[in-house]
């Protein structure tokens, strides 16, 4: 179906649905969503909207943390512990090595994004440890991870 671009096993993104293909049949396409959901998508939605196929013959997917640090941070200094944290987890994939790079210039913060491959069946639990260790590393290494704020100036005369 659909010229071989999705079959069983397939990790796949379909309407913010993101699931492993179980069965493709001639009417629908069952998805099994990471919490065990399993979701009959009619194969006619998938002709009509976008489909991602993920892994397209592996089972490998890129996922992301995003990190937000004080604008007087080292950027070389958070990039370097962003790709050796995500290098150093398990289940994260050696290959593709993972990667940080400044993606913005927030309101409050300096927008870091890091991207790591793994395994499908192994993610769940992969972006909060990661996340988990950049909070203890960023504390070990004086890198402080921002949070809104507001800097508030009165004109005028001092108070008297």
Not at 8 to 17: L, S, T, Y
Not at 20 to 38: A, M
Not at 93 to 117: I, T
Request: aromatic share 6%.
């Amino acid at each position: 179906m659909f010229g071989g671009t999705i079959r069983p096993g397939d990790v796949v993104e379909h309407e913010q649905i993101l699931g492993e293909v179980e069965n493709v049949t001639i009417l629908n396409t069952l998805v099994k969503t990471r919490d065990h959901t399993t979701i009959l998508i009619p194969n006619s939605n998938l002709v009509s909207m976008p489909l991602v196929n993920m892994s397209h013959g592996n089972r490998s997917v890129r996922l992301s943390v995003i990190v937000g640090v004080e604008y007087n941070s080292d950027v070389s200094l958070v990039e370097h512990w962003l790709t050796r944290i995500a290098g150093e987890h398990p289940d994260i994939l050696k290959y593709p090595k993972p990667v940080a790079r400044l993606e913005a210039f927030g309101q409050s913060c300096l927008d870091f994004h890091l991207k790591f491959w793994v395994n499908y069946n192994g993610s769940k639990r992969v972006a909060s440890d990661l996340r988990i260790s950049i909070i203890n590393k960023f504390r070990e290494h004086g890198i402080n991870i921002a949070f809104p704020q507001l800097d508030l100036h009165i004109k005028g005369s001092p108070l008297e």
